[in-house]
């Protein structure tokens, strides 16, 4: 099944995800919030079950933005 993820590239000989992430561009508070609510979500749904809640996600900073843990020492909020 390795086989499938062969790629001729100078830096690695598989490859699992697509390298080419989507930028968006947050010109204003109601983008990014809509954005974050998106990133947030998007570990709850169906498809993917991961977590009950948003901030049960491990590696989600929603429980920074809920309960301002930060868990992985290198958060700030957005608006800061």
């Excluded at 968006?24 to 169906?46: A, F, G, R, W």
């Excluded at 993917?48 to 843990?69: G, I, K, T």
Aim: include cysteine; charged fraction near 30%; charge should be negative.
């Amino acid at each position: 099944m390795l086989e499938k993820f062969r790629v001729e590239a100078k830096d690695r000989q598989y490859q699992l995800w697509e390298r080419n992430p989507l930028s968006v561009y947050c010109y204003s508070i109601s983008v990014t919030e809509q954005k974050l609510d998106y990133i947030h979500n998007n570990p709850i749904q169906e498809k993917w079950q991961l977590a009950v809640l948003p901030e049960e996600y491990h590696y989600s900073s929603a429980r920074f933005y809920y309960d301002n843990a930060d868990e992985f020492g290198f958060l700030t909020h957005y608006r800061d």
